[in-house]
């Protein structure tokens, strides 16, 4: 059996000892870089004999792809893949293999615990709770009003994996739902139990919106500031999918005058957002770090299923999930 060459172009874990000991077991050269900011020769160098190329924030562009002389399969380590010439790769006869089942449950977690902190107004309970404390006596303007949660509806656009796991967590909390996913099946949506309704009605009648849809040009600045203006001045958003969902510039204004009442933000057009970003500033965000999809549990999972996609490659396997262009 001939040698079989895995490439790692990026990586966020401490280090890949573990991926080191399985593919030398399975007789695999493994080779690791972090050349996120490299310039596409690096990146080519580092990857032209490569048989799978797995990476995480490396731009694989059509000019490293065209560098390639065997690749066979990349792995994206994540779910979304914008960082990725789809096209480019179905043109070479290279699949591009993502992993969109190992964080599904963190991401809705999130999704919820930032809804829940924006409608009990969390940040602002603690600016209140500083301010009594400072004076000696309770203080509650900053944190009022707050309304129960129960019976307020939320919207949720994109009800694929994800959404359909924050639909599922919440139905027994009393809310009512106004979903938006063109792509269900009616035998999907049967299954749900559910309806849709267009993007427009959720904008215009959610409480809350949660958007968890993948990032394609049809996606693409799906809350700009036509859609915000839609949105009632008491509505809160949540964005735990990709940053560029979100036109973060419309949502700032519109958060600073009034427009909604505020938001929930886990990614950013920008990672991580520069120190002047609008968002930093104002009271009714709730930021934080593009963590949604972590926890112990997760860093593991993906780790595994990574090596269970190069055990399906050597052993002439096709991918368990495939990107396609335009999707």
């Known amino acids: 059996m001939k040698s079989r060459k895995v490439v790692v172009t990026d990586y966020i874990e401490p280090d890949l000892d573990w991926e080191r000991q399985e593919m030398a077991q399975r007789g695999v050269e493994f080779l690791t870089y972090q050349l996120k900011f490299a310039p596409n020769s690096e990146v080519i160098s580092a990857t032209r004999d490569a048989d799978v190329v797995v990476v995480n924030m490396v731009p694989i562009?059509?000019?490293v792809i065209s560098g390639w002389?065997?690749?066979?399969?990349?792995?994206?380590?994540?779910?979304?893949?914008?960082n990725v010439a789809v096209a480019a790769l179905e043109k070479a006869g290279i699949p591009l293999c993502y992993i969109p089942d190992y964080c599904a449950e963190e991401v809705a977690e999130q999704a919820i615990a930032l809804l829940f902190a924006c409608g009990r107004r969390l940040t602002a309970s603690r600016r209140a709770l500083d301010i009594s404390s400072a004076r000696g006596a309770w203080d509650f303007k900053e944190a009022i009003p707050i309304f129960l949660m129960a019976g307020q509806t939320l919207g949720i656009i994109g009800?694929?994996?994800?959404?359909?796991?924050?639909?599922?967590?919440?139905?027994?909390?009393?809310?009512?739902?106004?979903?938006s996913d063109p792509y269900?099946?009616?035998?999907?949506?049967?299954?749900?139990?559910?309806?849709?309704?267009?993007?427009?009605?959720?904008?215009?009648?959610?409480?809350?919106?949660t958007i968890h849809t993948p990032l394609t040009?049809?996606?693409?600045?799906?809350?700009?500031?036509?859609?915000?203006?839609?949105?009632?001045p008491t509505a809160y958003l949540v964005n735990t999918s990709r940053g560029?969902?979100?036109?973060?510039?419309?949502?700032?204004?519109?958060?600073?005058?009034?427009?909604?009442?505020?938001?929930?933000i886990d990614v950013f057009d920008?990672?991580?957002?520069?120190?002047?970003?609008?968002?930093?500033?104002?009271?009714?965000?709730?930021?934080?770090p593009h963590l949604s999809w972590y926890s112990e549990d997760s860093g593991r999972r993906i780790r595994e299923l990574?090596?269970?996609?190069?055990?399906?490659?050597?052993?002439?396997q096709p991918p368990r999930f495939v990107a396609k262009s335009g999707g």
Do not use: W
């Not at 040009?217 to 700009?224: D, I, P, Q, S, Y």
């Not at 002047?276 to 009714?284: A, C, G, K």
């Open 61 to 63: 562009t059509p000019d």
């Open 69 to 82: 002389e065997k690749c066979g399969l990349v792995i994206r380590h994540g779910v979304g893949y914008d």
């Open 159 to 179: 009800c694929g994996r994800i959404g359909s796991l924050v639909y599922r967590k919440l139905k027994s909390f009393g809310f009512k739902f106004l979903i």
């Open 184 to 209: 269900l099946s009616e035998q999907r949506k049967a299954e749900l139990g559910i309806e849709v309704v267009d993007k427009e009605t959720v904008c215009r009648n959610a409480d809350f919106i």
């Open 217 to 232: 040009a049809e996606t693409r600045h799906l809350v700009n500031d036509q859609t915000l203006a839609m949105m009632k």
């Open 244 to 264: 560029l969902m979100v036109d973060l510039q419309a949502l700032a204004k519109a958060l600073e005058s009034g427009v909604i009442a505020g938001a929930g």
């Open 270 to 288: 920008v990672e991580p957002p520069p120190p002047d970003s609008p968002l930093f500033r104002l009271p009714n965000t709730i930021l934080t």
């Open 306 to 316: 990574i090596v269970l996609e190069i055990d399906r490659f050597l052993a002439g």
